[in-house]
């Protein structure tokens, strides 16, 4: 009977989809398989998570304003979310993959994304939202092309590189829990990986035998466009390419002014995009190196992933010394520079033809503000905990839109403060109740020891100034109204602020968190709720019909029949395959 259910949705809907394929803005299918795999990626057997048997997972490559559609089975022995780090979600925070959102896709279930990337182009990646899988796995890269009508501000390079690097343990992401849980740091990782795998053994005593590495091929002559995440769990890296110029030319979403690097510094969660030409001689091979930054680089220096650039005339293979990183121990100031140097070109167009300057930021009005202060640990009710403006965030059992939705009470509290708490530091659900239209400035306040990341689900958000110090209502002479870059995650110095705007256009409950996976599962994260108080689907599109239901809402969800799982799951991989040609075929008919 299950089969035969699954049988019938599926012919019922491919009526629906194949209409769906001369829409104007088309459909894009993917099927997910998520589960564990054995791999040794620093010379150690563990646990990863892989997607359709590949860690990491598959490349999502899609163009302006398609629809994507992921179906995810969970085939893990724990629940499961995917976000999809920088995707708007425009008008649909149910697809946002998080648990202010979401209720988790249970093991061995089947669930089904659906989401458009409205007005969006640029180099984004997906992972694991839950418990710190993605220290795991479980990550792939996205990206999102301009549609052909949309010139793109510099000459269409050869090929696409997507280099996805992060710092690893060899424990995973269950062990990293346990120690988390214990009190304890996590304390430094075992290496650095780059796509997966470690490092190249460019030095016999630090580098093991064995370790297999990744290598990218390349033409002479020619140039490249290497996408870069940092998918890691805390670790800033400094990412460079041994004698090549990097040509900054975009970052999550937004053209940048185009500015050469030698090397850059790349924080968690952050995602860049290079323009490089291969313009050296092919005598040899080149180091692609990510080095642990902001720490003692002596004791790190396990700590650093390196690839090898392939030259396809190349002679032999890369020796020597790695490029150096940036010699700025005593200089706190060099990659705080560098930050501010990443600039937005006011002149090109993104994903719409008119240009990104044209939301002139810089002239609208601040509706709230918001001081947001994280802080070294602290113990609450016995447990070590991290804050944000002295609340530590529990996660309700009932998302916060479904208990919205549902007019379920008493899941959260709308009384996030604008400034830092006096008191004592507390466990609560509290939220920022944002005003729909509003224009809201949000400052970062670091005063812990480590580099923070935070990241804003549902938006691109203008980073407008950043310093070292205690922020002040003065310090607002310092903000670049201008050019400053509109992204999806920052960086905020030890020590420092960082100050964003955001324009609260987009209807929904939206994340805002640090993306040190460390941080944020002690409780370093809020949401914002944006709610318009007129009742219309224009700003918000209903709740999809497979929404998972739990917490409060566990009676609403109806059985999966999992008895038979695989026999479901090549059904549906061959209803996405049909879907997928038909899609391609009708058109040229049409």
Known sequence: MALSRVLSLCLAHICLFVSLCFAEDPFVFYNFEVSYITASPLGVPQQVIAINGKFPGPTINVTTNNHVVVNVRNKLDENFLVHWSGIQQRRSSWQDGVLGTNCPIPPKWNWTYQFQVKDQIGSFFYFPSLNLQRASGGFGGIIINNRDIIPIPFATPYDDITILIGDWYTRNHTALRKTLDAGKDLGMPNGVLINGKGPYRYNDTVVPDGIDYETFEVHPGKTYRIRVHNVGVSTSLNFRIQNHNMLLAETEGSYTVQQNYTSLDIHVGQSYSFLVTMDQNASTDYYIVASARFVNESTWKRVTGVAILHYTNSKGKATGPLPDPPNDEYDKTFSMNQARSIRWNVSASGARPNPQGSFRYGS????????????????????????????SFVNPSTPIRLADQYKVKGVYKLDFPTRPL???????????????????????????????SYHMNGYAFFVVGMDYGEWTDNSRGTYNKWDGIARTTTQVYPGAWTAILISLDNVGVWNLR?????????????????????????TELPMPDNALFCGALNKLQKPQDISSEASVSSKLKLFFTVLMIVCAVIPIFH
């Open 364 to 391: 609208i009005n601040v509706t709230e503000v918001y001081v947001l202060k994280n802080k070294p640990p602290v113990t609450i009710n016995g447990k070590r905990r991290m804050t944000l403006s002295g609340i």
């Open 422 to 452: 006096t008191g004592p530091s507390r466990l609560e659900t509290s939220i920022i109740n944002g005003t729909f239209r509003g224009f809201m400035e949000v400052i970062l306040q670091n005063n812990d020891t480590k580099m923070q």
């Open 514 to 538: 640090t993306d040190n996976l460390d941080s944020w599962y002690l409780g370093q994260e809020t949401y914002v709720r944006i709610v318009n108080p007129e009742a219309t689907n224009k």
